[in-house]
């Protein structure tokens, strides 16, 4: 398989100053802080010089449904310099399969599972298709029920059929050029930390 990149979400605004950590008005889904939101712009200024051939490639972005991971993708593609980037379909995909781990409080309440709908339709200047966009190859990708705890098993699990789908999406002949940019949540850069280099506990830096 061709490399994908798997990035974490940005500064986070309740991790932030004093100021921004009283401004947060919902514990479960904080937003970015400022430095967040420059982290991720400065993030997609340097994929956008490591990427070879970019102005060929066709940039396909998943973004986990959090909010902090919206404003994450909505400032890579700033920093991206978006007039000279393709977006594969025109679209930033919003995937449920990249959320958080159900075992944190912070997790997304049911209600609250789709929000990217609304963030969407509030920044359709940047986002060229505005609807939630679900990855079709995602599609037999369903979260556990309601109530149930995921273990550190399941979520290796859930990473390595969320790669296997991308493997078998990017072998397709015509995908060639497609570069996969995953954001999530660090639960899911540390699963990989472990199972790829062996590494736990590590300590996992915003947008890394």
Known sequence: MKGIYILRHGHRMDHGNITERKSVTNKYDPPLSSIGAYQAFLTGQSLY?????????????????????LQTTESLVQGFRESYINLYNNKVYVEDC????????NCLTKDEDYQALTFFNENDLLFLNTEYNQFEPFSHLIRSKD????????????????????????????????VPILVTHGYFTNVIYQKYFGISNQKNHYCA
Not at 98 to 105: A, K, M, T, V
Request: aromatic residues 6%.
């Open 49 to 69: 010089s490591q990427i070879s051939d970019i102005s060929n490639k066709r940039l396909l972005l998943i973004s986990s449904p959090y909010l902090r991971c």
């Open 98 to 105: 990249l959320r958080e781990s159900e075992n944190f409080p």
């Open 147 to 178: 109530g149930l705890l995921e273990t550190w098993e399941q979520g290796v699990h859930r990473l390595n059929r969320i790669i296997e789908a991308l493997n078998s999406f990017l072998s397709i002949k015509g995908n060639e050029d497609i």
